[in-house]
């Protein structure tokens, strides 16, 4: 790699993680910054602030030439297309090819915990095909293997601070949950690195939380007893497509708890502080933060 800080583009930038990672990039890259979006009026903010935006959709390969020219390094956020079973494939395997074409030279890409072909996660398949092919691509490489998000704690943790009840199908496992804003700062990290070659990293927190261990926190952080119900998958799945969840998102959900079960979430990493240099946060540490949306369901 030359001195000249490179030219960095993120994808999906007007995305939860996408947003976030620019703003880092914002504050530490020297060089140009391209983000892309299937709707460029929503980064508006961002071309006034000398970000150059561009449109791109996965779906539609014409878009993509345009899109990722001069790019040398490029941040492919998994697209959230789960409507149909294997569509992201096609997306993120569109992407892959156009920034070969383009020239660019490495991608760093969001992937998730242990996607091999044995997962249980219904989506695990779309994250393993794309690692196949940016191991088929020839590019440099760097794949973050995200853990599950410990934001979306806040979607369940709500109602069984409320209800005194943690319905999971997770048995005895763990999770090493990673914050988002810690994927965020993990991603903006292997962007800036001077690493041309190929890896693939597992993100996660600093430690694997059982369902048990987190029935306990949200107890005590938000004063009401709330104990972990341990169901199975099936129960798990029917129980939350009665309380309105469409069906294929429950599958999806209970896929999760499987693997947990399985004990495939549970294995942390120092990925995060290797890349980053900071400590990655823990659950304990982000419900705390968050203590006032526990109380949510109760009012
Ligand atoms: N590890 C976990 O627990 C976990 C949890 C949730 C999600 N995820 C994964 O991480 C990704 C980022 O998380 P997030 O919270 O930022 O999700 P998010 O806010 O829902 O963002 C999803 C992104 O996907 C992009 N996208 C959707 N369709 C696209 C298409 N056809 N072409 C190009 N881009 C497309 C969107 O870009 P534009 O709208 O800007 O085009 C958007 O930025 C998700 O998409 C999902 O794959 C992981």
Redesign the pocket.
């Known amino acids: 790699m030359s001195n000249a800080s490179p030219s960095l583009l993120v ?10 990672v620019v703003e880092l990039l914002l504050e530490f890259h020297r060089g140009p910054l391209i983000v ?4 460029p009026a ?2 508006a903010d961002l071309a006034a602030r000398g970000v150059i935006v561009r449109k ?5 390969t014409a878009s993509l030439d345009a899109a990722f020219a001069g790019a040398q390094r490029l941040l492919l ?5 789960l409507d149909v079973p294997g569509r ?1 494939i096609t ?1 993120h395997q569109n ?1 892959v090819d156009a920034a070969r074409r383009a020239g660019v030279r490495h991608i760093v890409y ?1 992937s ?2 242990r996607p091999e072909p044995d997962s249980p996660v219904t ?1 695990a398949k779309d994250h393993w095909a794309t690692e196949q092919a940016l191991e088929k691509s020839g590019l440099g490489f760097t794949v973050l293997r ?4 410990a ?2 704690l806040l979607l369940s943790l709500p109602r069984a601070v409320a209800t005194g009840q943690l319905v999971a199908a997770t048995g005895t496992g763990s999770t090493a949950y ?1 914050t ?1 804003e810690d ?1 965020a700062r993990i991603a903006a990290a292997a962007l800036l690195a001077p690493f041309d070659g190929k890896r693939t990293l597992e993100v996660t927190g600093p430690s694997a939380v059982s369902h048990e261990e987190l029935a306990r926190m949200v107890s005590e952080l938000s004063g009401r007893p709330v104990r972990y119900v341990a169901v199975d998958a099936a129960s798990l799945r029917a129980g939350m497509v009665e309380h309105g969840l469409p069906a294929p998102i429950a599958e999806v959900i209970a896929s999760f708890d499987v693997a947990v079960a399985e004990g495939r979430m549970a294995k942390t990493s120092t990925a995060f502080s290797d890349l980053t240099g900071g400590a990655p946060s823990s659950v304990a540490s982000f419900l705390a933060r968050h203590r006032e949306a526990l109380q949510a369901a109760t009012r």
């Open positions: 994808t999906g930038a007007s995305g939860h993680l996408g947003r976030r892309t979006t299937r709707e929503k980064l791109a959709d996965f779906d539609d956020i998994s697209t959230d297309s992201r997306q992407a969001t998730l915990t989506i995200n853990n599950f998000y934001d979306l990673v988002r994927c």
